[in-house]
């Protein structure tokens, strides 16, 4: 038997719940305190004039970050993985969603965004985006590879979102990265609905991996936050943005994310499992037509969800068999545990109606029945199907 004569010196990688757990921890720092102070910061005071004129310090200004963002920062920067170079966080995913657009755009440039896309993200690109001189064309999420016939000589950047928060179409993102860098151009996805968690973008060849923080992260619905995970080819970019624009989040609402992130593991494990058993038993319902839910072979894009997410999230789409609007209102209407509201990823179950059929332009949003959207909460999974056999027999009554 031949010995081992080195011994390996790298620590094996730490598992994505470990990471949730220790990442961005400097108990040291703290005084032994687990976690960190909530710096409430402006100014910071400098030893000496020169220390002040060389900007001699570990922190600069409250905007420039505090060992409160640091530790945020540093968390969701592990749990990236290491094409990860740096983490900007932002008021709200919506500006984290602009503040990484316009850090890879200028005048001139042409940009590819995904049909399915959060809509105040299109509204930004056709209101805030052109009036600058940036040109957006939308694309068939399904497109894959052939993304490629798409690219304009003036292309800086494409825009995806997997699954689409409404519509869920999971996107071959590796393909469309490919296609791309083949032409020059940088990739931002909203990976808001899987989070690193589930989906790792850095790896998969995005460019600028952004989260509605205000989800997942926070878990509680109480804040609103947004981030944006960069590679190497993009963080000077994204840092020098973030710092231009004066864009900052409040201390307190950083130590709410992180306090979210921590049990982000086992919250997103149970919206997973109630999800699917949400799911699974409306797809057997005679009132629904499709379920369109990742996990579930209905969903377009279902075989890519298997081939590079590791779980999904509570968040899906329910397609009802041709019926009266009035009827499905009066379905979401006799919900006793699911609220009707904006948002998601919070610990409570909610149910929305929606229709995209004006909202897209590169595709036609022809789903052959009225759809809702759950969102599939922390409450006891059994208690939730109760609530929407309630709906049903509101729905059956309404007919
Ligand atoms: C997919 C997706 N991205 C981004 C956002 C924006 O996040 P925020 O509300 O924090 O601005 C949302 C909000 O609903 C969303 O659903």
Known sequence: MTKKTEVDATPAPLKPATQLVTGGRDTKAYHGFVNPPVHHASTVLYPSAEDYLARRSRYLYGRRGTPTSEALENALRALEGPGCTGVALLPSGLAAISTALLAVLKAGDHLLVTDSAYQPTRKFCDSVLSRYGIATTYYDPLIGGGIAALMQPNTRAVFVEAPGSLSFEVQDVPAVAAAAHGA???????????????????????????????????????????????????????????????????????????????????????????????????????????VLHPALESCPGHAIWRRDFAGASGLFSIVFKPVAQSAVYAFIDALNLFGIGPSWGGFESLAIPFDCTNIRTATKWMPGGPT????????????????????????????
């Not at 593991?265 to 499709?290: D, F």
């Not at 609530?387 to 009554?397: V, Y």
């Open 184 to 290: 020059g151009a940088v990739v931002l996805m909203d990976n808001t609905w899987a989070t690193s968690l589930y989906f790792k973008p850095l790896e998969k060849g995005v460019d600028l991996s952004i989260q509605a923080g205000t989800k997942y992260i926070g878990g509680h619905s109480d804040v609103m936050l947004g981030t944006v995970s960069a590679n190497q080819a993009t963080w000077q970019r994204l840092s020098e943005i973030v710092y231009l624009s004066g864009l900052c989040v409040g201390p307190d609402d950083i130590y709410l994310g992180l306090r979210g992130l921590r049990t982000m593991g086992v919250r997103l494990a149970q919206h997973y499992q109630s999800g699917l058993k949400v799911a699974s038993w409306l797809a057997q319902r005679p009132e629904i037509a499709r």
């Open 372 to 399: 809702v959207r759950l969102h599939i909460g922390l409450e006891d999974v059994d208690d939730l199907i109760g609530d929407l056999e309630r709906g049903f027999a509101a729905l059956a009554a309404a007919r």
